[in-house]
């Protein structure tokens, strides 16, 4: 008997290798064909003729523009007297004369843009003064940035356990208020 190979038999149950190989190959090729198929999109040959078409409705003449603009304008006008009225008959009914209210805007107070309160407690005094030094302005530009830009930059700090005006904690924050005047203290 001459040496014959041995044949590699698929254990039963189990499917070849080969017809495993061929499967995927007739899926992969049944799927290139399906994509290619349905991803393919069509572009109907009249897009650019209809395009145009609804840019030359929706486009208004030099004239047209005009008298649209022309038209907003006495709108806006209108609209503009009519609050006029409207907030003078409103002061009239509170018993403010519309002249004196012209008067009083000029002492209101600014209104404000922004108000920053940065939280520390009594012993964050180092705190304090490195966020000073470092991003907060001191002195005169506080008081600029409050007053031009109507933002307000205030550290918060409630009470003491221990109010009075003896205690070395509320003299300590009184002192540091006077020097900075940036403290907001919270009454509880």
């Not at 572009?43 to 030099?62: F, H, T, V």
């Not at 806006?76 to 004196?100: C, H, T, W, Y």
Request: with cysteine; charged share 30%; glycine share 6%.
């Amino acid at each position: 008997m001459a040496a014959s190979r041995p044949q590699h038999r698929a254990p039963p149950g189990r499917v070849p290798t080969r017809c495993v190989a061929a499967l995927c190959a007739a899926c992969f090729l049944l799927g290139v064909c399906v994509v290619n198929r349905y991803w393919a999109v069509p572009e109907p040959p009249d897009c650019r003729s209809k395009a145009n078409s609804g840019r030359s409705r929706a486009m208004l003449s030099q004239a047209q523009t005009r008298e649209v603009v022309i038209a907003l304008d006495r709108t806006i006008s209108d609209i503009e007297m009519r609050l006029a009225a409207a907030r003078a008959a409103q002061m009239r009914s509170q018993g403010v004369s519309p002249s004196d209210s012209a008067a009083d805007q000029g002492n209101m107070r600014p209104r404000l843009l922004f108000v920053m309160g940065i939280m520390t407690t009594f012993n964050n005094r180092r705190r304090r003064d490195s966020i000073r030094k470092t991003w907060m302005p001191e002195g005169e530009g506080l008081r600029r940035l409050e007053k031009d830009k109507g933002i307000v930059m205030r550290f918060v700090i409630g009470r003491s356990a221990n109010p009075g005006p003896d205690s070395e904690v509320e003299r300590a924050m009184d002192a540091e208020d006077k020097e900075y005047n940036d403290i907001l203290r919270l009454v509880c």
